[in-house]
């Protein structure tokens, strides 16, 4: 249906900023809402942002709540992570993916898993 493919990650000192991209090739990604999550290593798939088909809707847990921000431009069938006031917790690789039905909340994945971007915060 749809392919993503993160980027934007990298090394980060405490406090900084990262903003990741997920671009999909096909044309069917704006008819689904889109949601980032994040792996640590041992650890299970946490969810971390949600967005609506339009844009007009975003929810976020508490762990990302304040700090990131989810954004899509819809023309460039990109979905956007701005990640602020970073913490070495964040550390993780960060996913994209979009959702069976266009609602943000709540957010059900309904595509296949890319590769993801390291995301990497020293203290």
């Known amino acids: 249906q749809v392919q993503l493919v993160e980027s934007g990650g990298g090394l980060v000192q405490t406090g900084g900023s990262l903003r990741l991209s997920c671009a999909a090739a096909?044309?069917?990604?704006?008819?689904?809402?889109a949601g980032w999550f994040r792996q640590a290593p041992g650890k299970d798939r946490e969810f971390v942002a949600s967005?609506?088909?339009?844009?007009?809707?975003?929810y976020y847990p508490d762990s990302a709540k304040g700090r990131f921000t989810i954004s899509r431009d819809n023309a460039k069938n990109t979905v956007y992570l701005q990640m602020n006031s970073l913490k070495p917790e964040d550390t993780a690789v960060y996913y994209c993916?979009?959702?069976?039905?266009?609602?943000?909340?709540?957010?059900?994945?309904?595509?296949?898993w890319g590769q993801g971007t390291q995301v990497t915060v020293s203290s």
């Open positions: 993916n979009t959702g069976k039905t266009g609602s943000a909340r709540p957010f059900v994945s309904g595509g296949s």
């Open positions: 096909g044309r069917t990604f704006n008819d689904y809402a």
């Open positions: 967005i609506n088909w339009s844009g007009t809707f975003t």
